[in-house]
Antibody, heavy 122, light 111 residues
Framework: QITLKESGPTLMKPTQTLTLTCTFSGFSLSTSGVGVGWIRQPPGKALEWLAL???????RYSPSLKSRLTITKDTSKNQVVLTMTDMDPLDTATYFC??????????????WGQGTMVTVSS | QSVLTQPPSVSGAPGQRVTISCTGSSSNIGAGYDVHWYQQLPGTAPKLLIYGNTNRPSGVPDRFSGSRSGASASLAITGLQTEDEAAYYC???????????FGGGTQLIVL
């Protein structure tokens, strides 16, 4: 059974750097075709894809946020970390990490974490 | 403003059939990229409902079906049930600029 869980700060001040960790189980990020992505959802609004990292360390970023995002993986710890610099109140959202397997459901996120709410306020 | 356009809301009575549209462009759905659908119940994480335009993951009832034509896609729900009341999102790939994109979401109201 695949599970993912996000962790990180719940409250941040503007200009700070956010670091979120996705800890997963039930799969390995060293298996060909597997990836983990980050998606966020501001309160009452739509989903927005942020970043994705594949088993081979291929990294993809949202074009609109690319300059502020970094995604890394620690295969031995079964973790994926997302950092976002220069946080703004508009970045207030629930942040989800999600599993992807190109060999099973190409391009879709088939299992999601429960999400973690991050509020940015001075 | 989402790259993929969905109606803000749709409604139907129990037992009825509803469809939710997802309109893209020649840079995403129209370019042949697959469409996926997610269901998000209130206060929960999204759940994959349809992948690769028409495929249902294990455990998803066959009341849910997807289709794609040209630059648009649709999600159909038959035999509407009260527990289907949720937000539904389409997702595809956009090639200029490159990245995965979601629709604005559609709130399904079961009357």
């Amino acid at each position: 059974q695949i599970t993912l869980k996000e962790s990180g700060p719940t409250l941040m001040k503007p200009t700070q750097t956010l670091t979120l960790t996705c800890t997963f189980s039930g799969f390995s990020l060293s298996t060909s075709g597997v990836g983990v992505g980050w998606i966020r959802q501001p309160p009452g609004k739509a989903l927005e894809w942020l970043a994705l990292i594949y088993w081979d360390d291929d990294k993809r970023y949202s074009p609109s946020l690319k300059s502020r995002l970094t995604i890394t993986k620690d295969t031995s710890k079964n973790q994926v970390v997302l950092t976002m610099t220069d946080m703004d109140p508009l970045d207030t959202a629930t942040y989800f990490c999600a599993h992807r397997d190109r060999t099973v459901t190409p391009d879709a996120f088939d299992v999601w974490g429960q999400g973690t709410m991050v509020t940015v306020s001075s | 403003q989402s790259v993929l356009t969905q109606p803000p809301s749709v409604s139907g009575a129990p037992g009825q059939r509803v469809t939710i549209s997802c309109t893209g462009s020649s840079s995403n759905i129209g370019a042949g990229y697959d469409v996926h659908w997610y269901q998000q119940l209130p206060g929960t994480a999204p759940k994959l409902l349809i992948y690769g335009n028409t495929n249902r993951p294990s455990g998803v009832p066959d009341r849910f079906s997807g289709s794609r034509s040209g630059a648009s896609a649709s999600l159909a729900i038959t035999g509407l049930q009260t527990e289907d009341e949720a937000a539904y999102y389409c997702q595809s790939y956009h090639n200029s600029p490159r990245g995965w994109v979601f629709g604005g979401g559609t709130q399904l109201i079961v009357l």
